[in-house]
């Protein structure tokens, strides 16, 4: 994780530290406490290069309206021509949280050269003549013929007025030398989002960055505490780790679909437990997905462990497998034979010379075995325990009628929970044992 100068310092030996402040007079110690290079992340600093908008998704508490705020302070600071416009989700918004919050505007501002703020008239003033407005997303036309020369944008995910207010924003954003914008939100899937995203590398710079960065700013065993309420899921993943979570239109899985099969316990005991393998086809080249699944005494399955390895030998993904197995008390290791065969089961057997092996043999496509297994989700019959992103991803990527748009060229982890699910609810259930979770 990157770190800022200041965590930096904050962290060497005392003597180191103070040694390093001794040599700061009281104006320069002063000076250090607005200079927001010193105080600032890597990923809070306006990137390099020539860009028209930066957009900067990230999860709760990051530091993105501090950093929003710094970044306007610098163009007033130096520019006194600079005209610029403040766009919240609602003037209310832009007031309280960009103008008037914690770390907004007037919060960061130093004594020395603080914006006269007049809030009837929507606008701060700076002593060099800079000057910036309030809008609200909400009411998109009164962006409309205003002009400005840099603009800030803040949680446009959750702008009511959506592609109408930022359209307006863009075409107003006409003056000076080099007009930019900065886009500053916790991502959410929504069409203006997903279009400067997909604009990265163009006229649009992306930074990501996650709530846990900035863990020394916020109140403590906040992090330890979301994390595990919210680590993995789908929610958390957004709101936490900043990440755009998408939907892909005719996937057999939904992530709502997911987060709705998602339980933090498995209730009562499991009746009989299965290490499903999908072997890489070749050494070095896919991940072998191992995923654990149990059938549970009230004839629901959960998937308790994803345990796939990437870069691994034939040996090394059987000791992964037999690990897992150990761990959980697997029955038996339910292996997809079309990729080496023999081998599977061969590498298996002497990874653990007492591990039970059945290998299966697909005769159809990955999407065609999959869809009665995403159909046991539908009906309620199979929970996740905890979260697997990757799997989980892998699964939301898997096409109805065929293809995959998931991450990675193959879904080797979803495809070997279609095994251990088809292991357990679509074929024989085999001799029942009983194991406390």
């Known amino acids: ?11 060497e030996p005392g003597d180191v530290r103070d040694a390093v402040l001794r040599q700061l007079d009281r104006q320069a110690l002063m ?12 990923g809070q600093l306006a990137p390099a290069g020539d860009w028209r908008i930066w957009l900067m998704m990230a999860g709760r508490g990051y530091g993105k309206t501090r950093a929003g705020a710094e970044w306007v302070r610098a163009i007033a600071q130096g520019d006194p ?14 007031r309280s949280v960009m103008v008037e919050g914690a770390s907004g505007l007037l919060a960061i501002a130093p004594w020395w050269d603080r914006p006269a703020y007049a809030p009837a008239l929507r606008t701060l003033r700076w002593p060099n003549g800079a000057m910036a407005t309030l809008y609200g997303a909400a009411e998109p036309e009164s962006l409309r013929g205003p002009q400005f020369s840099h603009g800030w944008a803040d949680e446009i995910a959750k702008w009511a007025g959506g592609q109408a207010a930022w359209d307006n924003l863009m075409m107003g954003l ?6 930019r914008v900065l886009a ?34 916020l109140a403590e065993g906040f992090v330890a505490a979301m994390a595990e309420r919210y680590g993995g899921t789908r929610l958390g993943r957004q709101e936490l780790d900043g990440e755009l979570m998408e939907e892909v239109e005719g996937a057999l899985w939904s992530r709502a679909l997911v ?44 998937v308790i462990a994803d345990a796939s390895v ?21 029955d038996r290791v339910v292996a997809e034979a079309n990729n080496g065969g023999a081998m599977v089961e061969s590498v298996l057997v002497a990874a653990q010379e007492t ?16 869809e009665p297994v995403a159909a046991l989700y539908e009906a309620g019959r199979v929970a996740h325990r905890g979260a697997f992103p990757e799997l989980e991803d892998q699964m939301c990527g898997l096409l109805a009628g065929g293809g995959y748009v998931g991450p990675g060229r193959s879904p080797d982890r979803a495809d070997a929970l279609v095994w251990a699910l088809s292991e357990l609810m679509l074929g024989k259930k085999g001799e029942a044992r009983v194991r406390a979770m």
């Open 1 to 11: 994780m990157a770190l800022s100068e200041f965590e930096r310092l904050a962290l």
């Open 31 to 42: 000076a250090l406490e607005q200079d927001w290079a010193f105080l600032a992340r890597p």
């Open 81 to 94: 021509t600079a005209r610029i416009a403040l766009v919240g989700a609602t003037l209310g918004e832009a």
């Open 174 to 179: 006409r003056l000076g030398r080099q007009p």
């Open 184 to 217: 500053t939100t916790t991502p959410r899937p929504v069409p203006l989002v997903r279009g400067l995203v997909a604009r990265d590398g163009a006229d649009v710079v992306v930074t990501r960055g996650r709530t846990a960065e900035n863990a020394a700013h």
């Open 259 to 302: 987060e709705r099969c998602r339980v933090a316990h498995v209730p009562g005991v499991l009746v009989r437990v299965v290490v499903a393998v999908d072997p890489p086809a070749s050494v070095g080249g896919d991940a072998c997905g191992i995923v654990v699944a149990g059938l549970g005494d009230d004839g629901r399955a959960y």
């Open 310 to 330: 990437a870069g691994q030998s034939p040996e090394g993904w059987a000791r992964a497998v037999a690990a897992a197995a150990l761990v959980h008390g697997a």
């Open 355 to 370: 591990m039970p092996v059945k290998l299966v043999h697909a005769s159809r496509g990955k999407a065609a075995r999959a």
